[in-house]
């Protein structure tokens, strides 16, 4: 019974020619008719030189495809998009595309078939833009390699000399993103290398004939103290510049009375801090410039608001990492000021007091320091580096001291600046300076002497940080000098005193 239902259903869908592409299309069909998937199909096997599904179909059945390729619509061909593989369809509905391609009509797409040794050779023909293209890139290449120079040639000519000897890796792929042109999926790849224009038993390169013309020579890169000396040195700007700065640090300046409305921090927990910043900048090699505007912040801070004690420390590695922020190119991490305090203030503590501190300063951090007017004095009066280290010297020890708070940074520098050229035996402060920067030597008096005693006592001071800094043969060993106090008296006796009269031996 079941046998009899099964053939006479294979009967009746022989009968009717059960349409296997209608059974099977979506439900949402792009076509308006079943009349339209018909030509569909046919064109396209048409225009693709496909064989029917059915292999053993007969010549009238082909020449009924080629019939109606002939008599389809030209919006069912399929070609290819100009530089694209992709397949294009206009709509069948006879209405203009909406976009138009200039594609020449006689360029089909064939399929791939198997070549066997009998297999004749299709020529491509020139409407192939692909292989147009490539042709004239091969045919640009050897243009370039005619217009290279003998020597060039020669060379490239040599490295690509087949070696003498060679190795080669074989190894089996099968994998379908490789050529699809290549019909076998396994092959075998040599590689090759060539060692023909390198000697292996010879440590001497092959000889390369470069021309003068083609080599290229890159300009040096100016240091930190190149760059200064063309600012302070420079004669169009450099007297602009001072006159700015001048006017600049009277702004902003801090108190040395700030200690009097201080409840809980007195100056010699000042002396403790910056004694301990110049360690820190030692340990990370900051700027001497860095070192003084940390000192300028905390003192800036302590003038206007009262800092608690346990705060105190907080404030100044604050302090520290905002002015290495403005001065250095590569400053430490904030991580590294949390470790410098051993952990005692925290990342996000620091960063809370920084954003406390800058609003407070109305975010004026630039101001000229005792450091910045000392590096131009010393490059208008050509300072050597054992002078540069003795001025630097000087003017770190007046961050000590909360009274040199009382006079300008201008006259501190200069003050140091007249006390080094004294112990160098130099002219103790020339006019073309008095005429540069309009600062005369009474101006300085009181600051020279207090340098003086400064350096003397620096040697027996409780606080040796920066004294051992300037001992260390890198910094010429100047906090080593005697001070020149017998000099200084000589030039200027009414602040020194007179320098004492030598008895002569009795005879």
Not at 96 to 113: G, T
Not at 199 to 228: F, W
Not at 422 to 445: C, R, S
Not at 454 to 462: G, L, R, W
Request: net charge negative; charged share 25%; hydrophobic share 40%.
């Amino acid at each position: 019974m079941t046998g009899n239902f099964l053939k006479n259903t294979f009967l009746n869908i022989l009968s009717t020619g059960f349409d296997l592409h209608r059974a099977c299309a979506p439900r949402k069909a792009y076509l308006s008719s079943a009349c339209a998937d018909d030509r569909l199909a046919t064109s396209m096997r048409s225009a693709l030189s496909l064989k029917p599904n059915n292999a053993s179909s007969t010549a009238p059945n082909v020449t009924l495809h080629k019939a109606a390729a002939t008599t389809a619509n030209a919006g069912g061909k399929l070609t290819r998009q100009i530089g694209s593989s992709n397949l294009r369809r206009d709509i069948i509905t006879g209405e203009s595309p909406l976009i138009k391609f200039d594609v020449k009509e006689n360029f089909e797409v064939f399929e791939d078939v198997e070549q066997n040794e009998n297999a004749v050779v299709v020529k491509e023909t020139d409407n192939n833009i692909i292989h147009e293209l490539e042709r004239k890139m091969e045919e640009k290449k050897n243009e370039l390699k005619f217009m290279e120079p003998r020597e060039a040639y020669d060379m490239m000519s040599r490295l690509s000399e087949p070696p003498s000897e060679a190795f080669s890796i074989s190894t089996n792929y099968d994998d379908d993103d490789f050529d699809k042109v290549s019909v076998a999926s396994s092959f075998t790849t040599t590689v090759r290398a060539s060692f023909s224009a390198f000697r292996m038993d010879s440590c001497e390169p092959a000889p390369v004939d470069l021309k003068k013309d083609t080599v290229v020579h890159l300009p040096k890169v100016p240091t930190k103290e190149e760059r200064d000396d063309a600012m302070f040195s420079s004669e169009e700007y450099a007297q602009d510049i001072f006159s700015y700065m001048m006017h600049r640090q009277k702004k902003y300046r801090p108190n040395a009375d700030s200690f009097l409305r201080q409840n809980q921090v007195n100056e010699e927990m000042r002396t403790i801090l910056i004694d301990w910043f110049s360690d820190v900048v030692n340990e990370y090699n900051l700027d001497k410039e860095t070192f003084h505007l940390a000192v300028l912040l905390v003192d800036r801070i302590l003038s206007f608001l009262h800092v608690d004690k346990h705060q105190f420390q907080l404030v100044g590695t604050t302090a520290l990492m905002i002015a290495a922020k403005y001065e250095e190119i590569f400053p430490p991490e904030i991580q590294d000021f949390s470790t410098i305090t051993d952990n005692t203030y925290g990342v996000r503590e620091i960063l809370q007091m920084e954003a406390f501190m800058l609003p407070r300063l109305d975010f004026v951090v630039s101001l000229p320091t005792a450091s910045w007017f000392g590096a131009s004095f010393g490059k208008r009066m050509k300072f050597t580096l054992k002078m540069n280290r003795t001025l630097s010297y000087l003017l770190d020890l007046s961050l000590v001291d909360i009274d040199f708070l009382r006079y300008q940074p201008s006259e501190v520098a200069a003050a140091a600046a007249c006390f080094t050229n004294v112990q160098h035996d130099k002219e103790a402060w020339p006019e073309h300076m008095v005429d540069f920067t309009g600062i005369t030597t009474g101006a300085f008096l009181d600051v020279l002497s207090k340098l003086h005693r400064m350096y003397i006592c620096s040697s027996t001071s409780d606080y040796k940080s920066l004294f051992n800094k300037y001992c260390e043969i890198d910094q010429k060993e100047v906090a080593l000098m005697s001070a020149p106090t017998d000099k200084l008296s000589k030039i200027f006796p009414t602040i020194f005193g007179a320098p004492p009269n030598k008895k002569k031996p009795i005879e």
